[in-house]
């Protein structure tokens, strides 16, 4: 069974709000602590309806919104072909600021906070097949460090990230599809992945890739291999970004965590130079900074080594926020690679 209470515990204030400024889908500056915003006191209480999936508005992205919302990059070119697959992302935590553990539906309107999430991160996936993105009821970040009321918390917003994926289902019938996440995102995919996906051989057998990023996923949680090439499909992608030589004191890290190398999309590769390195998407969704990151995986951690003289002020010791940002085009590039050897076999 998957630990999720020992992720609660493994994941403290620091880790989350260590913050590059160039990149962020949650707070909008470095500056502002954890202590500084409203926290839930409460004791958990369940909200009494389930979301109705087959409206739009619980969606942050889907084919529909995808006719009136661009979230791709300004400067890079789109794929030519789309692939018949699709595309189930799950946001990370953008609600640190509240006095309940979740968030109600009306947080979901208009929240730039998500959108920037779409534009960073599920935008790596636009264009190739039906991305599909819902909006959930999450969890306050406080609730990582409430192992009763958290994890409550955790598991209401976990409900509907699970109706959300019956409906992406029932949508998509026998498609080939993708889970992508990050941070608590990657969470409910970890609980999706094992509690739903693996025991329906029949939607099992069309997962043809997961990208679980942001958090520590030991090499046993999931019976999914590791991805090892730029051809590898049925099988799954996790790293953590941090600054070379860092050794996180609020995260888990050991050799029986997985860490993929996204620079060459390998489990196997450990020392990336920056030669490989494709270029870094910025918030204002443009491509730059190719050549200006060198990549080390030790002990389930991802190093990162900053290149480039113009992003030296920008070194800190936990790229959480930009896991996606900083290898956006090889992402890319090796998904696509994988989805032609796909549809070429």
Same mark, same amino acid.
């Given at each position: *069974? ?136 999450? *969890? ?74 942001? *958090? ?61 390195? *494709? ?67």
């Amino acid at each position: *069974m998957i630990n999720l209470q020992a992720a609660f515990v493994n994941m403290k204030y620091s880790g989350l709000f260590i913050l590059l400024t160039l990149f962020s889908c949650s707070i909008g500056s470095s500056t502002r602590k954890f202590e500084k915003h409203v926290s839930p006191t409460n004791v958990f209480q369940k909200k009494s309806f389930d979301l109705d999936y087959s409206l739009d508005n619980n969606w942050a992205f889907n084919p529909n919104i995808a006719l009136t919302k661009n979230i791709y990059p300004k400067n890079y070119p789109q794929s030519n072909i789309t692939y018949n697959i699709a595309v189930f992302y799950i946001h990370p935590t953008t609600y640190f600021d509240g006095s309940n553990w979740n968030v109600d539906t009306s947080y979901f309107r208009n929240n730039d906070l998500i959108d920037l999430c779409l534009e960073n991160q599920a935008s790596v996936f636009d264009g190739i097949g039906e991305l599909y993105a819902p909006h959930y009821r999450e *969890m306050h970040i406080h609730s990582y460090t409430d192992t009763i009321n958290g994890f409550l918390a955790f598991d209401f917003a976990y409900g509907d990230v699970l109706n959300a994926f019956n409906k992406f289902i029932s949508k998509i019938g026998e498609k080939k599809f993708i889970i992508a996440s990050h941070s608590q995102g990657t969470n409910h995919a970890i609980k999706l992945i094992h509690d739903r996906i693996i025991p329906d051989q029949d939607i099992n057998k069309n997962l043809i890739l997961s990208y679980l990023i942001g *958090m520590d996923l030991e090499r046993i949680a999931l019976s999914i291999p590791e991805c090892d090439s730029k051809t590898s499909l049925y099988c799954l992608e996790c790293w953590r970004s941090f600054n070379r030589g860092y050794f996180p004191v609020d995260w888990k890290y050991g050799d029986n965590y997985i860490v993929t190398n996204p620079i060459t999309n390998d489990s196997l590769v450990g020392f990336t130079n920056e030669v490989n390195h *494709m270029g870094i998407l910025l918030p204002n969704r443009k491509i730059k900074f190719n050549s200006s990151i060198s990549v080390n995986d030790t002990l389930g951690l991802l190093w990162v080594d900053i290149k480039n003289k113009k992003l030296k002020r920008y070194i800190s010791n936990s790229y959480h926020k930009a896991d996606y940002n900083l290898f956006w085009p090889n992402i890319r590039n090796t998904l696509i690679s994988r989805l032609n050897y796909l549809y070429d076999d």
